[in-house]
């Protein structure tokens, strides 16, 4: 039994390295260019960032801003911890609760920008498919990180 364990775990191995941490690589490299490839858009390309500006273009970039990168992005780590932080359960629980918590600020920071951008420049909130679905993510996202965050203290 022992024998055919090991075997099928040796089958998850390319070239010695377990293809989860090989997968884990990649996932950081993403995090990494799709970063770099926003920040170039909005402070090369779009004008930059900015919660008091009077250019309001800056306003809006923030929240593709905290969307991609707080929400998507920090919160994709947070799914990752177990795999990617060599220390104990205990540690990695507390790493993973507190990237989600990020996750979850930065995504509650992103709506604020987007509702105060549709506010200042007189738009009707809320008529696309794109903000229900929007909504409806962050308040089930919202949802999830409290109940992650009971479970750690409570156990
Ligand atoms: C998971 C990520 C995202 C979530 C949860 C989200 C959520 C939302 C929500 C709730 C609104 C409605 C605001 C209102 O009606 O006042 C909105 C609007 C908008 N968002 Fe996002 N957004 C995300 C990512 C993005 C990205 C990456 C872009 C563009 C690069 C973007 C572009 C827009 C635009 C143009 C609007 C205004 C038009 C509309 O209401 O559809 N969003 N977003």
Same mark, same amino acid.
């Given at each position: 039994m022992e024998k055919a364990n090991n075997r099928s775990r040796a089958s998850y191995r390319t070239a010695g390295v377990p293809v989860s941490s090989l997968l884990t690589v990649f996932a950081h490299l993403l995090f990494i260019a799709i970063t770099t490839l926003l920040l170039v858009w909005l402070l090369h390309f779009r004008e930059g960032l900015s919660f008091t500006s009077t250019n309001k273009m800056k306003l809006f970039n923030l929240h593709p801003f905290f969307m991609v990168i707080g929400f998507v992005l920090v919160s994709g780590e947070a799914i990752m911890t177990f795999t990617t932080i060599p220390a104990r359960r205990r540690t990695r629980k507390y790493f993973h609760m507190f990237l989600h918590l990020i996750g979850l600020g930065s995504s509650i920071v992103g709506l604020f920008a987007i509702f105060k951008?549709?506010? /200042?420049?007189?738009?009707? /909130?809320l008529l696309t498919l794109h903000s229900w679905i929007g909504i409806s993510t962050v308040s089930f996202y919202a949802l999830l990180v409290v109940s992650l965050v009971h479970i750690v203290y409570c156990d």
């Open positions: 951008f549709q506010h /200042d420049t007189a738009k009707v /909130d």
